[in-house]
């Protein structure tokens, strides 16, 4: 987490966040064990160390620490001159800081990495998938038609009914 001799009270609180996040995991806690791998991939940088971390946040739907944990793995992947697959996860990372809403974060790493700028999402993620599934985009940016919002519209109702987040009228 921090190997410079000046931050070891940040080390020494970063140690103990860690070992209050095991804790709770060991503990049956579902939302502390992507935390706890993610803090654990950050002392201890290894691929699967970053695996692990990044499939418990996308399983946990933690948007914003898997980006972040994609990002770290990217400048990992990066000093292991392995430059296809840390640009397979700065990809990842600058979608899914996109789709947390962290624009500015995206836009930073567009300026930084510039083939980030040609890209294009063809399927984007969807709030209530897990992040190995996408769902397809049903109206495409701009679109003013109305049987195109409608179709949107009902979808996302749809969507929202199925998850109980909405009540249902009986007829």
């Known amino acids: 987490m921090c190997h410079r001799k000046d931050c070891a009270s940040y080390k ?10 095991k804790f709770l995991s060991k503990n049956g ?8 791998l993610f803090l654990k991939s950050m002392r201890s940088p290894s691929r699967d160390a970053f695996v692990k971390a990044i499939e418990a946040c996308a399983e ?4 914003n620490l898997e980006a972040m944990v ?4 990217a400048a990992f992947l990066r000093e292991e001159n392995d430059e296809a697959a840390s640009n397979d996860c700065i990809t990842e990372a600058y979608f899914l800081y996109q789709d947390w809403g962290a624009h500015a974060k995206a836009l930073q790493l567009s300026k930084d990495h510039s083939f980030l700028k040609k890209l294009k999402r063809k ?3 969807s709030v209530f998938s897990s992040s190995h599934k996408t769902a397809n985009s ?4 701009g679109s003013d038609d109305a049987t195109s919002k409608k179709k949107m519209t009902f979808s996302f109702n749809s969507t929202l009914k199925q998850r109980k987040l909405v009540s249902v009228k009986k007829k």
């Open 123 to 125: 399927k984007e993620r």
């Open 138 to 141: 049903t109206v495409s940016t």
């Open 60 to 63: 946990g739907k933690f948007v």
């Open 29 to 36: 806690s579902v939302n502390a064990r992507p935390v706890y």
């Open 12 to 21: 020494a609180l970063g140690e103990k966040c860690m070992g209050h996040f």
């Open 70 to 73: 994609n990002e770290r793995y």
